[in-house]
């Protein structure tokens, strides 16, 4: 079954301390991976996919195929990053269709 | 400005009611997803639309109906048989190379 695990349902760091949020997946296939952020009280936006590569906000993910990991990772978090973070897999389906797939996300606390 | 609108902000349902959440896109994409979002669940699907006039049911379309007679549009209906309703729904498009894109969600309470 394709699936998407963040083992962490909370997670606190200090301000300026490196922060790494776990996502594993189970998928057959090649796997198509996002992750969102939703901020309090806004929708939830992307922030970045693998199969672009881009650095943004600071955050970055890499693909690990053999671990099945998409972990996200920020080297020196700050305070406007406490926010809901969701890992999610692009599942295909017969006929062309797509949808997606989120883990049940993981709460980023960065303390001043 | 593309986006995709979702209203009401919040709703207000009574038990035995059937409500109708909006959900409009400007982004000419094709494909359009119904999500409910409950604390410690993340976002689990409800109902997804590739094309006009075609839908399919996704994890938890038990309680739910939907329609797309347009592309803009993928109003979801919450039936009174949907038996906890109570949630945050979320509605997504996306046009493939491109992620998906959420509207900023509709609040919905049993009263």
């Known amino acids: 079954a394709q699936r998407v695990t963040q083992p962490e349902k909370l997670l606190s760091v200090f301000k300026g301390a490196p922060v790494e949020l776990k996502c594993n997946y189970s998928y057959s296939g090649s796997p198509e991976l996002f992750w969102y952020v939703q901020y309090s009280r806004q929708r939830l936006q992307l922030l970045l996919r693998h199969i672009s590569r881009e650095s943004i906000k600071g955050f970055t993910a890499d693909l690990n195929k053999g671990e099945t990991s998409f972990h996200l990772k920020k080297p020196f978090a700050q305070e406007e990053d406490s926010a809901m973070y969701y890992c999610a897999l692009n599942r295909r389906l017969e006929g062309g269709s797509e949808k997606l797939v989120f883990g049940k996300g993981t709460k980023l606390t960065v303390n001043p | 400005d593309g986006g995709i609108t979702q209203s009401p902000k919040y709703l207000f349902r009574k038990e035995g009611q059937n409500v109708t959440l909006s959900c409009e896109q400007n982004?000419?994409?094709?494909?359009m997803y119904w999500y409910r979002q409950d604390p410690g669940q993340g976002l689990r699907l409800i109902y997804y639309?590739?094309?006009?006039?075609?839908?399919q049911k996704g994890d938890i379309a038990e309680g739910y109906s939907v329609s797309r007679e347009k592309k803009e549009s993928f109003p979801l209906t919450v039936t009174s048989a949907q038996k906890n309703p109570t949630a945050f729904y979320l509605c997504?498009?996306?046009?493939?190379?491109?992620?998906?894109?959420f509207g900023s969600g509709t609040r919905l309470t049993v009263v």
């Open positions: 997504a498009s996306r046009q493939h190379p491109a992620g998906y894109t």
């Open positions: 982004l000419n994409h094709d494909a």
């Open positions: 639309s590739q094309i006009v006039n075609d839908f």
